[in-house]
């Protein structure tokens, strides 16, 4: 059993460096630390703690070009597209910093014969196991309302962006925030499920938050549970992109190369499911093939490239399997569908028709660069096919009129709903799943809210 944790970089598959992971002692110490500075942090006034997201906000400009070139080392995605992680991080850390006298100020209450209201308190050290496929947005999202909540971060990152993790930690002290507040753990894979488990039931640890598989969310659900400790999961999506008869079919197929192909597919809230009305099917199809094969895979630190690498070999032979069993199922392949020869985890742009459920590529979360397309009938078969999933992220819905695509939105189970629009997060808005894509609300006022302790004050007399 190895206590080592190696990064590879996936477009060369060449080892890029080997960390010791840490021993349950270093991990002792980290939790004691991060429990004193997240203490400490939380009597800060709000002010302080805006400030220092202000601060950060300008660190992730100013590290941007080197950090997004760690984030494509590590996890193969375009230069351009890691860059968009580290701008985005830096304009919620700025929304946070605008609005956080609004989404955190006590608010009175009016009861007769008593002084109350409610505050919205910092609850401690929050464990954040975070996922690889946005090395640092997925990070960022929770831990910057966190933050300004007056919370501390324990950070237990995937072992395959460790390089990124470090280099996170740093930059919230380059920030000028106080050592200890974020504090990334070292972990050997083999070791994750018990230190997880362990953490979560260390009193000092508040609360929960995870994105990741289904497994994963499972078990740091049900641990959560037995702790009686407050958790947000963000989990799977196969999220649908409905294109109704009425839609600007050009400009449909055009939204659905990028809704699925940004992150080489490897997106929770990527559109996964195409489902086209049947009158506009052939057309839509036509364009989406065209597109798809027009994109350009190759070095992901050269800036014509849309598509780079899987981030791992075991999720391209993953995607491999779910692509054979559903051809075998009668789905037909129209583009794509191997993995490409040579160095790295590069596997081609892939689309398949004739999808249906009990196929794998409709049934299963694709992670990687495989779109399904599957035809509806009218609009009840649209609803059908959509809500024929476990998961419930988002659906992107395509159509000449707001009002048909809400009404059909409404019918379909999901944490949010895109009308033409490609999903997409954002700070202003609030952004999480139901069914199997997990509960509980990142980003808005949900996001800051959701790890703190909503407190009521109720004083009798008057003030």
């Known amino acids: 059993m190895t206590h080592t944790v190696t990064t590879i970089n996936p477009a060369t598959g060449a080892v890029l460096q080997t960390y010791e992971g840490w021993t349950p002692a270093r991990i002792e110490q980290a939790v004691a630390a991060g429990h004193a500075a997240a203490t400490a942090w939380g009597l800060q006034p709000l002010e302080v703690r805006v400030a220092a997201v202000r601060r950060l906000a300008e660190e992730l400009r100013r590290q941007k070009d080197a950090f997004a070139r760690l984030v494509t080392a590590e996890m193969g995605k375009p230069v351009a597209e890691a860059a968009g992680e580290l701008e985005k991080s830096a304009v919620t850390a700025l929304y946070y910093a605008d609005n956080a006298q609004r989404l955190l100020c006590d608010e009175k209450v009016a009861i007769d014969g008593a002084h109350a209201w409610v505050s919205y308190e910092p609850i401690g050290l929050v464990l954040a196991v975070m996922p690889w496929n946005f090395p640092v947005w997925q990070v960022m999202r929770f831990a910057i309302p966190s933050i300004t909540a007056g919370n501390g971060v324990l950070l237990k990152h995937s072992p395959n962006v460790t390089g990124c993790a470090l280099a996170l930690q740093k930059l919230f002290t380059d920030a000028g925030l106080p050592e200890a507040l974020v504090t990334t753990l070292v972990v050997a894979e083999s070791q994750v499920p018990a230190a997880t488990e362990r953490l979560i039931a260390d009193e000092r640890i508040a609360a929960v938050t995870l994105t990741g598989s289904n497994r994963a969310g499972a078990a740091v659900g049900a641990a959560a549970g037995r702790e009686a400790k407050k958790s947000v999961l963000e989990l799977g999506g196969s999220d649908a992109f409905i294109v109704l008869d009425d839609a600007d ?215």
């Open 249 to 463: 079919v050009s400009a449909a197929a055009a939204a659905a190369v990028k809704a699925r192909f940004h992150n080489a597919g490897q997106s929770c809230v990527c559109a996964k499911r195409f489902i086209v009305a049947a009158s506009v099917a052939e057309r839509f199809t036509q364009l989406f093939v065209q597109g798809t094969r027009a994109l350009v895979v190759g070095d992901p630190t050269d800036p014509a490239t849309q598509v780079g690498p899987l981030a791992r070999g075991d999720l391209r032979e993953a995607l491999q399997r779910q692509i054979e069993r559903s051809v075998a199922a009668g789905a037909q392949l129209l583009a794509g569908g191997r993995a490409l020869d040579g160095p790295g985890y590069y596997f081609e742009p892939t689309v398949i028709a004739n999808a249906a459920p009990g196929m794998a590529v409709f049934d299963e979360e694709t992670f990687g660069p495989a779109a399904a397309i599957a035809v509806a009938r009218d609009d009840a078969h649209a609803i059908e096919l959509a809500n024929a999933t476990p998961f419930g992220l988002s659906v992107s819905i395509w159509t000449g009129s707001t009002q048909r695509g809400v009404q059909l939105a409404r019918r379909i189970t999901t944490g949010a709903a895109f009308i033409n629009a490609v999903t997409a997060s954002d700070a202003r808005v609030p952004f999480g799943g139901t069914k199997k894509s997990g509960y509980g609300r990142e980003l808005a006022a949900a996001g800051v809210r959701e790890f703190c302790n909503i407190r009521t004050y109720w004083a009798a007399g008057q003030a």
